[in-house]
């Protein structure tokens, strides 16, 4: 793993923008370190201002499968670097006692609270999370100092993992109602501040929400912003869209109604549809890659020449597409609410760490073999992860129970950042998309032209416009992988909650 480099000429132009504007941000604005690191032996774990604002600078740990921050923990404070999981609403960090880190694998870190002076425990073995992929975290519950950047959350509640599988914490910003004790307890009252609501607690900002920029995959940067927007971060229109309560009435999770998507490319435009629309679809930073109904999926695979792999238990498409010139446009909240654009270069992904793999047979015969961002799943709530946040600025409101989606603007190196006015102000430079009574109106399901799948092929470079005349179109026959090493497939329900979701 490469270090924490200290070094301006190693960052890079893009960073040297974002560490200037850190500079020149005005009071009240705080963002977290940005980290230059390597990420080998990743854990197949991941199957699955202008007023008070705070914003934090998160890495694109493209191997680990996620994006990670740096604080510090207790008195002095200890520095770690947990994963930033919107899909759970818990903080958490491994002891230094565990087992996993007794074998050197919490090189992102691990706190030791007979070394803080202001450690309690307040909940002697209640903490306790699982994830479906069969790992886990256990131990006590316990508040200490809890440092963002220059700015210090005094009495937070946090999980330590004594018993954990896993070798980095994750810092949870979902809602409160979603933290583990409370399913673990099945009660309402045992839920306490999360770090959202705490900040809040001690006036560090104004209400609970926060704005999410992850950048584009070969970035290694991108920020989150508490209590607070960037105006430069987006293209085009913030528009307001709902989020969806369990069928109990409670927010569990962002739930939002996807109700289009078509492929475009230079060859065609498709509707795609689905007997799921209107798709619940989890807006999920803690999930790598995103998963949306089979029907839906198929046509998706179709139009891009991606193929499941039985032996990977994953779709998965020829490197060289990543240069395609064919992209997807999602629509939400009905006809009239926001569409964000993805393209292909956030919809392949290298499938190992080392030398790809290369199919062995059929028409991409020599070809290096990728993992495709969207994968196939079979119930609700559905997920939109990392492969899709990449393409979107999305803002969070915890209080007024809505999102606002915007097309990033992917790169950018200049800041607006505008403060939530109160508690209970409706998210700034938003408006609230019209008609959204309408997403409950279904589109039939059918079968599209495949009219763009042939320029899906065209590979010709980087532009994201023109047509190549000599694009073949087709599936890919199956291929042959020897010893594949899979390295991140994507946490696929990350504490999303309970119960059913409705939309209708």
Same mark, same amino acid.
Request: aromatic residues 8%.
């Given at each position: 793993?490469?270090?924490?480099?200290?070094?301006?000429?190693?960052?890079?132009?893009?960073?040297?923008?974002?560490?200037?504007?850190?500079?020149?941000?005005?009071?009240?604005?705080?963002?977290?370190?940005?980290?230059?690191?390597?990420?080998?032996?990743?854990?197949?774990?991941?199957?699955?201002?202008?007023?008070?604002?705070? $914003?934090?600078? &998160?890495?694109?740990?493209?191997?680990?499968?996620?994006?990670?921050?740096?604080? =510090?923990?207790?008195?002095? *404070?200890?520095?770690?670097?947990?994963?930033?999981?919107?899909?759970?609403?818990?903080?958490?960090?491994?002891?230094?006692?565990?087992?996993?880190?007794?074998?050197?694998?919490? #090189?992102?870190?691990?706190?030791?609270?007979?070394?803080?002076?202001?450690?309690?425990?307040?909940?002697?073995?209640?903490?306790?999370?699982?994830?479906? #992929?069969?790992?886990?975290? !256990?131990?006590?519950?316990?508040?200490?100092?809890?440092?963002?950047?220059?700015?210090?959350?005094?009495?937070?509640?946090?999980?330590?993992?004594?018993?954990? #599988?896993?070798?980095? *914490?994750?810092?949870?910003?979902?809602?409160?109602?979603?933290?583990?004790?409370?399913?673990?307890?099945?009660?309402?009252?045992? $839920?306490?501040?999360?770090?959202?609501?705490?900040?809040?607690?001690?006036?560090?900002?104004?209400?609970?929400?926060?704005?999410?920029?992850?950048?584009?995959?070969?970035?290694?940067?991108?920020?989150?912003?508490?209590?607070?927007? #960037?105006?430069?971060?987006?293209?085009?229109?913030?528009?307001?869209?709902? &989020?969806?309560? %369990?069928?109990?009435?409670?927010?569990?999770?962002?739930?939002?109604?996807?109700?289009?998507?078509?492929?475009?490319?230079?060859?065609?435009?498709?509707?795609?549809?689905?007997? =799921?629309?209107?798709?619940?679809?989890?807006?999920? @930073?803690?999930?790598?890659?995103?998963?949306?109904? $089979?029907d839906m999926v198929n046509q998706i695979w179709h139009e891009v020449g991606a193929e499941y792999s039985s032996r990977l238990e994953l779709a998965v498409i020829p490197c060289s597409k990543k240069t395609s010139k064919g992209y997807f446009s999602f629509g939400f909240a009905g006809p009239d609410g926001p569409r964000i654009t993805v393209r292909m270069d956030e919809?392949?992904?290298?499938?190992?760490?080392?030398?790809?793999?290369?199919?062995?047979?059929?028409?991409?015969?020599?070809?290096?073999?990728?993992?495709?961002? &969207? $994968?196939?799943?079979?119930?609700?709530?559905?997920?939109? *992860?990392?492969?899709?946040?990449?393409?979107?600025?999305?803002?969070?409101?915890?209080?007024?129970?809505?999102?606002?989606?915007? =097309?990033?603007?992917?790169?950018?190196?200049? @800041?607006?950042?505008?403060?939530?006015?109160?508690? @209970?102000?409706?998210?700034?430079?938003?408006?609230?998309?019209?008609?959204?009574?309408?997403?409950?109106?279904?589109?039939?399901?059918?079968?599209?032209?495949?009219?763009?799948?042939?320029?899906?092929?065209?590979?010709?470079?980087?532009?994201?416009?023109? !047509?190549?005349?000599?694009? %073949?179109?087709?599936?890919? %026959?199956?291929f042959g992988v020897a010893q594949v090493s899979v390295m991140g497939i994507a946490m696929v329900f990350a504490m999303i909650g309970s119960g059913v979701f409705v939309l209708l």
């Open positions: 793993m490469k270090g924490y480099t200290s070094s301006a000429l190693l960052l890079g132009p893009a960073l040297l923008s974002q560490l200037a504007l850190a500079q020149q941000a005005p009071s009240g604005v705080v963002q977290w370190d940005i980290q230059k690191r390597h990420a080998p032996n990743a854990p197949n774990r991941l199957l699955r201002r202008a007023g008070p604002t705070h $914003q934090a600078i &998160i890495q694109n740990e493209q191997a680990r499968g996620g994006y990670f921050a740096t604080c =510090e923990m207790g008195t002095p *404070g200890q520095k770690v670097t947990l994963q930033l999981d919107t899909g759970s609403s818990d903080v958490w960090v491994p002891d230094s006692t565990a087992s996993v880190c007794n074998k050197g694998s919490c #090189d992102l870190g691990s706190f030791d609270p007979s070394k803080s002076t202001s450690y309690t425990v307040v909940g002697q073995g209640e903490f306790d999370i699982s994830y479906v #992929d069969g790992s886990s975290s !256990k131990g006590d519950y316990f508040t200490d100092v809890f440092k963002i950047g220059g700015t210090t959350v005094t009495n937070l509640t946090m999980g330590l993992g004594a018993e954990t #599988d896993i070798a980095y *914490g994750l810092v949870g910003v979902g809602y409160a109602i979603n933290e583990a004790i409370v399913g673990n307890t099945h009660s309402l009252s045992s $839920q306490y501040p999360n770090l959202p609501v705490s900040m809040v607690d001690d006036g560090l900002i104004n209400t609970i929400a926060y704005s999410l920029w992850l950048n584009d995959l070969d970035a290694s940067e991108g920020s989150i912003l508490f209590g607070g927007i #960037d105006t430069k971060k987006y293209k085009g229109d913030l528009t307001r869209i709902r &989020i969806y309560p %369990s069928s109990n009435g409670y927010y569990f999770s962002f739930i939002v109604a996807l109700t289009s998507l078509q492929a475009i490319s230079p060859s065609g435009n498709d509707t795609l549809t689905s007997q =799921e629309f209107p798709i619940p679809v989890v807006l999920d @930073s803690g999930t790598t890659l995103s998963y949306l109904p $089979q919809l392949v992904l290298d499938l190992t760490s080392g030398n790809p793999p290369k199919y062995t047979s059929g028409p991409n015969k020599g070809q290096d073999v990728c993992e495709f961002g &969207i $994968q196939n799943s079979t119930s609700a709530p559905y997920l939109l *992860g990392d492969t899709f946040l990449r393409s979107a600025y999305v803002v969070y409101d915890l209080v007024n129970n809505e999102i606002a989606l915007a =097309e990033t603007d992917f790169n950018s190196t200049e @800041s607006n950042i505008v403060a939530f006015a109160s508690m @209970s102000a409706t998210i700034p430079s938003a408006t609230q998309a019209p008609n959204q009574a309408a997403v409950t109106n279904r589109p039939a399901a059918t079968s599209p032209a495949f009219s763009a799948s042939s320029g899906f092929s065209d590979t010709g470079g980087s532009s994201k416009d023109g !047509k190549d005349e000599n694009a %073949s179109a087709g599936m890919p %026959s199956a």
